[in-house]
């Protein structure tokens, strides 16, 4: 009796489904982490934001106006939308070394600050040019959200930068931020997985990434095959709910049209 109650506490076979579709995941994301990025490369769709980023960085050269980067207010470094935007913030600072642009880099928060400035110091001696490096464009304005958004205004107006980037986690002041940098004429490439702060980039910037459109950009631009694996994992995932809610549709409307549980012709 005993060892039938401990096997029951063990093991609970009502979750069966959700243990079933955990080791479906899992095997996904080994497969596509472990064996698949070691064989013919992976392959993204084209994103407008991602093949703009060059030609933003380019019309700041041109123009010898600075590159205005930030990854928002409402995020900190343990956020994967942080880590996407440090990402795609080296690859950023390496074109800028190269194309001698001035990058300017407020956050709301000190570690973050730390980090990039770490990101865009080594993206500098990666491109070649460790002399361009400048530690005071990058800067801590504020950790309050309207102080943080009223610096940054303050900084777009002042230095009017040709290319803004707004990639990360932001919240009210995203919309703050875009009209500021509409209003001097910068090309503006956003991207954020806030649903609710996506409508205002839409409308207010040239290009926005949407959602995990920000993961793959981080990727793509940073050639890690990791984050690729991830996304292409997610995207494997996707297909499968989207065939067993299809599935499951055609068996209730079968099921109703009919008037008899599919099940019962299982016993034939």
């Keep these: 009796m005993d060892l039938i109650i401990l096997t029951q506490s063990l093991f609970n076979t009502d979750r069966m489904a959700t243990f079933l579709i955990s080791l479906i995941a899992i095997a996904i994301v080994l497969y596509t982490t472990y064996f698949r990025k070691n064989k013919k490369p992976f392959t993204i769709r084209k994103i407008n934001g991602l ?15 600075p590159l205005l980067y930030t990854p928002g207010w409402g995020g900190d470094i343990q956020r994967p939308t942080t880590i996407a935007s440090m990402n795609i913030l080296s690859f950023v600072a390496e074109k800028t070394a190269q194309y001698d642009c001035d990058l300017v880099f407020p956050t709301h928060d000190p570690i973050i600050m730390s980090v990039a400035q770490e990101v865009v110091k080594e993206s500098y001696s990666r491109a070649g040019y460790p002399d361009r490096y400048k530690e005071d464009n990058i800067s801590y304005v504020s950790s309050s959200q309207f102080g943080y958004a009223a610096a940054v205004d303050g900084i777009i107006s002042r230095t009017k930068p040709a290319s803004i980037f707004l990639l990360g986690t932001f919240e009210a002041e995203s919309l703050i931020l875009a009209e500021t940098g509409t209003s001097i004429n910068a090309i503006q490439i956003a991207g954020t997985d806030s649903t609710i702060q996506l409508s205002f980039f839409i409308v207010a910037c040239d290009y926005t990434l949407i959602g995990e459109e920000l993961f793959a950009a981080s990727g793509y631009l940073s050639g890690n095959k990791s984050i690729l694996a991830s996304v292409q994992a997610q995207d494997i995932m996707k297909i499968m709910i989207a065939v067993f809610i299809v599935t499951a549709v055609i068996w209730a409307t079968v099921e109703s049209l009919s008037g008899t549980p599919l099940s019962y012709w299982w016993k034939f």
């Design 51 to 65: 093949q703009a980023v060059e030609d933003a960085i380019g019309r700041a050269t041109e123009m010898a106006r």
